[in-house]
């Protein structure tokens, strides 16, 4: 496996839409191990929440003192997002967060999991804690996924 392809796996774990679901069988077939791919793409994935806050706090910020626009349309969005989750939060909190991070469905990775979290104000480092383990629980889901059809395969394809 070349450095290039090990760029583009961390590259493909980061940009939110393929994330883990995309990162492992592309590390994967470019032939590294499906424990290594798994590895990196967790490591890759990680990422995402740092960046997110650094850009959500920086971006938010302006808008949200400068466009009262912004400031109005968020404070709406805020309050209506908040009540309709909020009894879900209260009976599942940072558990529920992780098992939504954990499902390989599309919208449901580190990007929406830290999206969630930042507009629910839950606790940055709790948060990251969880959503870290939705990621090694998504990543395993995938791996296994992935060595089950690669399995499938060579029984059938001679």
Avoid: C
Wanted: proline share 3%; no cysteine.
């Amino acid at each position: 496996m070349e450095l290039s392809d090990i760029l583009y796996t961390v590259l493909l774990a980061v940009l939110p839409i393929s994330e883990l679901r995309g990162a492992i069988p592309y590390a994967f077939f470019k032939g590294m191990s499906l424990w290594g791919a798994a590895l990196l793409s967790i490591a890759g994935n990680m990422l995402v929440q740092p960046l997110f806050y650094i850009f959500i706090s920086t971006f938010h910020k302006l808008l949200y003192v400068h466009w009262s626009f912004y400031q109005r349309i968020f404070d709406k969005t805020l309050a209506r997002a908040r009540a309709k989750v909020s009894k879900q939060i209260d009976k599942y909190g940072y558990w529920g967060l992780m098992v939504f991070v954990g499902i390989p469905l599309p919208l449901t990775g580190a990007w929406t999991g830290t999206l969630g979290a930042w507009i629910l104000g839950l606790k940055r480092g709790k948060s990251f804690l969880f959503i870290s383990l939705g990621l090694v629980m998504s990543a395993i889901i995938v791996s296994l996924i992935l060595f089950t059809g690669v399995g499938i395969n060579s029984i059938f394809i001679k």
